[in-house]
């Protein structure tokens, strides 16, 4: 079954202790992106990839990190989480062309206290 | 850059009655138009898209949607609303950027019985 995959689903942590949300997707697709979503502010892009090695910031990058280093895979890293951090996150993914449907993940929800 | 806004933050409607969720965007060029539908927990599920051609686009569960480029809009309707099409409701606009992909706030859907 084709899908992207997200752990963990729920996180509780406190403020900078650093984590890694993961994201796994089995359909060999070249872009992957990584998503914030807040009431009343609807999905904003953190960061994305167009391959392995090769990432770029989006909308609101700032204290997150990422990385590619396989096709399949691409964690999100916050090194020192704050509690203007806490959100719904969401891992996607698609093939290179921008017609292609962008697949998500079922969404981690972090609290950061 | 794009930018979508849903006017409606929420809208109720009765089962059985016809809906329409309300998108505008603002793009300079032709756009790539979805919508997604989040039902509670899950991820986000394309219902459609547009790319070019026929401004009426079909979407899975019943759903169509009209590209109106006079109008910059990209409404979402439904003839019969039912229980199980209460979720929130995502308009997005991409364009010739990769990393160019907008959302909307969001319309969340009550159906009541």
């Known amino acids: 079954e084709a899908q992207v995959t997200q752990n963990p689903r729920y996180l509780i942590t406190v403020t900078g202790k650093k984590l890694t949300v993961t994201c796994s997707q089995n359909?060999?697709?070249?872009?992957m992106s990584w998503y914030r979503q807040d009431p009343g502010l609807g999905l904003r892009q953190i960061y994305y990839?167009?391959?392995?090695?090769?990432?770029d910031k989006g909308d609101v990058p700032e204290g997150y990190k990422v990385s590619r280093k396989e096709k399949r895979n691409f964690p999100l890293i916050l090194e020192s989480p704050s509690p203007n951090q806490t959100s719904l996150y969401f891992c996607?993914?698609?093939?290179?062309?921008?017609?292609?449907?962008?697949?998500f993940g079922p969404g981690t929800r972090l609290t950061v206290l | 850059a794009q930018s979508v806004t849903q006017p409606d933050i929420h809208i109720t409607v009765s089962e059985g009655a016809s809906l329409e969720l309300r998108c505008n965007y603002s793009?300079?060029?032709?756009?790539?138009l979805f919508w997604y539908v989040q039902s509670p927990g899950q991820g986000l599920q394309l219902l459609l898209k547009?790319?070019?051609?026929?401004?009426l686009v079909q979407g899975i569960k019943g759903f169509e949607a009209e590209f109106k480029r006079s109008q910059s809009s990209f409404n979402l309707r439904k003839p019969s609303v039912h229980w199980s099409d209460a979720a929130e409701y995502f308009c997005?606009?991409?364009?010739?950027?990769?990393?160019?992909?907008?959302f909307g706030a969001g319309t969340r859907l009550t159906v009541k019985p």
């Open positions: 359909m060999n697709h070249e872009y």
């Open positions: 547009y790319f070019s051609g026929d401004t």
């Open positions: 996607a993914s698609r093939g290179a062309g921008r017609a292609h449907t962008q697949y």
């Open positions: 793009y300079g060029a032709t756009p790539y």
């Open positions: 997005a606009v991409g364009g010739n950027n990769n990393n160019d992909m907008r």
């Open positions: 990839s167009m391959n392995v090695e090769v990432t």
